[in-house]
């Protein structure tokens, strides 16, 4: 498949008092985006499953991770479903696992595609938030998933912000990088967004960014969120002049849909105005003198 309709989404949470309500949540999500071949939900989206736990796990954030961490199974199943229902490929919102009960939980976004689960990604660069008060550990290794979308790599958040990570994904041949976000400022909101744009730049290929929005009460994990959904693109004279094919509004939770033509990234890499992904073995020589 050269061509491509991508679904970014701007994500806000509910409390809910069942899984069939959470389950319900989604599968609407899912319907209002089923016209696209790839849906992209954010990092930590997860987390209003921690409401199922009642008032005071929600409330709690050691115990909100293990009561999201509960549902593991139960999510993936939802998420699977969906994506061979509708025919399309889903990133399901990342949320805190225990492949090791014996281990601190990792944040882990998981990839589905109609033929089920195809893989996960877990998140490699912690925050200060996620190691300073969470807990939330690193689980080094950058997957790439090569489907019949397009060969994708995904990098939570603050991983977009090094430059090194993505370049590694994209030495592997990825199309799509996809940046599920979490951030409670405009500050940091726009942090990920610029790292996200930069690594379309330098990687020249496609990048896609997914944020939480919206204001919880009941959880000080997700308590704000800031952002705008978009998909960005090398500025290199193939591809919009800003560098963004599609963004939405500030804080609105939508979907943000786009048809992208992957040809293009083979297109920029080998005959763009300019070559950043081929030039980049030059800047390694480079040293202060």
């Known amino acids: ?61 050691e115990a909100s991770l293990h009561e999201v961490a ?24 990342s949320g805190p696992a225990l492949p090791d009960p014996a281990k601190r939980p990792v944040n882990r976004a998981v990839l589905f595609g109609p033929q089920g689960r195809i893989g996960h990604q877990d998140k490699q660069v912690m925050t200060r938030f996620e190691r300073e008060d969470w807990d939330v550990v690193g689980a080094p290794g950058l997957r790439l998933f090569d489907t019949a979308v397009g060969k994708i790599g995904i990098l939570i958040c603050y991983d977009g912000e090094f430059p090194l990570l993505g370049r590694a994904l994209a030495e592997a041949g990825a199309e799509i990088i996809l940046v599920p976000s979490c951030t409670d400022t405009i500050a940091g909101f726009n942090r990920v967004r610029i790292g996200a744009m ?39 004279g193939l591809w919009p002049e800003s560098g963004i094919i599609a963004e939405g509004r500030l804080d609105r939770p939508e979907w943000i849909k786009a048809e992208v033509d992957l040809a293009k990234v083979a297109q920029s890499r080998a005959d763009g105005r300019v070559l950043p992904f081929a030039h980049w073995p030059e800047s390694a020589l480079s040293k202060v003198i």
């Open 70 to 93: 509960r549902h593991e199974e139960a999510r993936d199943r939802l998420h699977a479903d969906l994506a061979r229902r509708f025919d399309l490929h889903i990133l399901a919102a």
């Open 198 to 236: 930069a690594r379309a730049l330098e990687s020249q290929c496609v990048v896609v960014q997914s944020p939480t929005v919206g204001n919880v009460d009941w959880n000080p994990a997700i308590d704000e969120n800031r952002g705008i959904a978009a998909i960005y693109a090398p500025p290199d």
């Open 1 to 61: 498949m050269t061509k491509v309709k991508i679904a970014t989404s701007a994500y806000d949470f509910d409390w809910f008092d069942s899984f069939s309500d959470y389950e319900a949540k989604i599968t609407r999500w899912v319907e209002a985006a089923s016209d696209c071949d790839l849906l992209v939900f954010p990092e930590y989206g997860a987390m209003e499953l921690a409401s199922l736990g009642g008032t005071a796990i929600a409330a709690d954030l």
